[in-house]
């Protein structure tokens, strides 16, 4: 963790530390003030006070349609007592009509009996000013209508013209220059050869960027050059607001980052104590501050919101953006290394009366654990994790009318599931699956721990060759229904052309056979140490045996990169990395959940989308899956 090159300054710290660099560089505190069209402002900081310079309503306005009376007039009109006054003691109004000269009250035409002679009858005396809009009701002339530092929303454009503020005095919009270099970065769209990296990250910033208001552009891929790099920050650093140059932030041999800001400028902090974002660089150039941006993709965009966003903030002189919050309990235990704030992307559900957090993968290279985040769980630093089913204070990505509805599904991970997720939100945009992979048995320890919603499970009991429903007993008891979801077949994944000839389960003993296994707990390694003992092999012969990967698809990836020669997986899985596939047997795999939440109005789409053919015949072209079973209750 401490390197010997990239410092551990806790995040406070170093954003004091920068901030005082950019004081000593004399980098602006604010943006310029620029004059814009009411309408063009949304968006935008307001930069001054706007103080009204006329009311609204501009008159006493009629508030209804009806009749615009003197309420003196009215006196001791009742049900018994109508009181009628004569047609040039009152005139029709609209909605928003001027009140007429001599007239403090409306009428709603409702209440009005019109006689034969054109006269009006009421029969309730009116007091003053009933159903009237009094002069400057909603704005007084001269009032301060919004202070400076004010993020324009659409209501707030529409009542600077009610107050006759027709140009507003704003920030100009900030310019973010994003530089990307490395030699190994391409264009994203371009061809990519072995080693190359495609440049997702100018994207992305340059899109948060613009996300909170501020306007960004891309130089062209800088390479590994210290000299081009320092020329293009110089050439970006004059026209810039900010500076994000991206990767060479830490200690390889291309790694320049920290030196080139250091010639051109000043290096106020290189290393926070944050991770994802460790090696980050704050400095300046010129009077431009610029931030090393580490390059990896989790980092960048976590460098971004904790770095960037306060600072582009402070530039319009508008508040930091912020996210709300709410408790939730962990669904596994979340190891953390002391002395970094460790920022972990987390699913969120809810499961019974509480948010449930499930922490998804934590390198900060997966950016998809960010895509699929609903939330950010940050781990101080004096902290060393935190145990399964203890409550933490997450910042949310997503609102909590979708957490609510989200369907959450602990266990072994089957492709199925993540059909069933895509056809669920097309069904209704507000319907979430999420699963998490921690094996059949994880997902049934999970549902007895009140974590999740459903365990998809396919565990095979070697005593009584009987899937599942065995674990069930023996883990959770009474109280749980099991409902079937598919069959699959489950095979050994060979290379194209299986090079070795690999038939069955017997020949993994071979010459030179190198397995990869699953984990324990996993029902694919169940399935494979009954196929073992049924065939009397001791796994012990089997080279690879103890080598253990987490899913179907690291299996896959293990057997195409050539770093094993064949596992156990599912068809699915070995489609997905071009392999061939020697079908070893047929499984269930089902799904376990609290009787009680059979009639969950959160889960009843799941039952729904199960019954339906169409859903069955994709599943089915799937390849390796029957629905014969599908939706069934087997326990
Ligand atoms: N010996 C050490 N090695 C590393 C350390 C360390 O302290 N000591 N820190 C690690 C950490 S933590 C991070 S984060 C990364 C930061 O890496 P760099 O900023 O130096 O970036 P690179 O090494 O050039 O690239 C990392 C990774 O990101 C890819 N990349 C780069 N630019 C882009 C882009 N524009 N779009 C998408 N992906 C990009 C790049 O190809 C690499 O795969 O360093 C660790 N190492
Ligand atoms: O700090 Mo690095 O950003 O963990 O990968």
Not at 36 to 41: H, L
Not at 451 to 462: E, K, N, Q
Request: with cysteine.
């Amino acid at each position: 963790m401490g390197s010997p090159f990239v410092s551990d300054v806790p995040a406070a710290q170093a954003l004091a530390a920068w901030r005082e660099a950019r004081v000593a560089a004399g980098c602006p505190g604010r943006v310029d003030v620029v004059r814009v069209p009411v309408g063009e402002a949304v968006g935008r900081v307001s930069a001054e006070p706007v103080w009204a310079v006329r009311s609204s309503p501009a008159f006493d306005a009629s508030a209804m349609d009806g009749i615009a009376v003197r309420s003196a007039d009215t006196v001791g009109a009742a049900e018994t007592t109508p009181v009628v006054l004569g047609c040039d003691d009152f005139e029709v109004v609209d909605t928003g009509d001027p009140l007429p000269p001599g007239c403090d009250a409306v009428v709603m035409r409702e209440h009005v009996h019109r006689t034969a002679d054109g006269g009006a009858e009421l029969r309730a005396a009116v007091p003053p000013y009933q159903h009237v809009r009094s002069i400057g009701e909603d704005i007084s002339a001269t009032e301060l209508l919004l202070p400076e530092g004010h993020r324009l929303r659409p209501v707030d454009v529409a009542a600077c013209a009610a107050a006759g503020a027709f140009e507003l005095a704003v920030r100009r919009v900030p310019l973010v220059v994003v530089v990307p270099t490395g030699d190994e970065i391409r264009p994203p769209a371009a061809d990519l050869a072995p080693g190359d990296i495609p440049d997702t990250n100018s994207l992305m910033l340059a899109a948060q960027a613009r996300e909170i208001g501020c306007a960004a552009t891309v130089t062209d891929i800088v390479p590994d050059d210290p000299e081009l790099i320092r020329a293009v920050l110089d050439e970006a650093a004059a026209r810039a607001d900010l500076v994000l140059l991206i990767a060479g932030s830490s200690a390889g041999r291309d790694d320049h980052t920290a030196r080139v800001v250091a010639r051109a400028g000043s290096v106020a902090v290189h290393g926070v104590a944050v991770r994802p974002g460790h090696p980050v660089v704050l400095g300046t150039t010129g009077a431009t501050p610029v931030i090393g941006v580490p390059g990896y993709p989790v980092s960048a965009a976590l460098t971004f919101d904790i770095f960037a966003a306060p600072l582009l903030a402070e530039l319009v002189g508008a508040a930091p953006p912020e996210r709300p919050t709410a408790t939730a309990r962990l669904a596994r235990k979340l190891p953390s290394a002391i002395g970094m704030d460790d920022w972990v992307r987390v699913r969120l559900g809810r499961v019974g009366d509480q948010v449930v957090a499930t922490p998804l993968p934590r390198g900060a290279g997966v950016l998809t654990s960010l895509v699929r985040a609903d939330g950010l769980l940050v781990v101080p630093s004096g902290v060393e994790g935190h145990h399964a089913g203890e409550t933490v204070r997450v910042d949310l990505l997503r609102g909590l009318r979708e957490i609510d509805r989200t369907i959450v599904a602990i266990g072994s991970h089957d492709l199925v599931l993540d059909l069933a997720a895509s056809a669920l939100r097309a069904a209704d945009p507000l319907c979430t699956l999420a699963s998490s992979n921690v094996g059949s048995l994880g997902g049934l320890v999970a549902l007895r721990d009140g974590l999740c919603h459903i365990a998809g499970s396919h565990l095979l009991d070697p005593a009584t060759g009987e899937y599942t429903l065995p674990y069930v007993d023996r883990l959770l008891g009474a109280d749980v229904a099991v409902v079937r979801l598919v069959h699959r077949t489950q095979g050994l994944l060979v290379r194209q052309g299986n090079p070795l000839g690999l038939k069955d389960i017997s020949d993994l003993t071979g010459e030179g056979v190198r397995y990869v296994n699953r984990q324990r707990g996993a029902g694919t390694r169940a399935l494979l140490d009954h196929e073992l003992a049924r065939a009397a092999i001791d796994p012990d012969r089997i080279q690879g045996y103890a080598r253990e990967e987490h899913t179907h698809l690291a299996v896959a990836a293990a057997v195409a990169a050539g770093r094993a020669d064949t596992g156990l997986g599912i068809l699915a899985a070995a489609r997905a990395f071009d392999l061939d596939f020697v079908p070893v047997a047929e499984e269930p795999y089902d799904l376990v959940l609290r009787t009680e939440d059979l009639d969950n109005p959160q889960l009843s789409p799941l039952w729904t989308l199960l019954d339906r053919a169409d859903f069955r015949v994709r599943v089915e072209s799937l390849g390796g899956y029957s629905c014969a079973e599908t939706g069934k209750r087997i326990r």
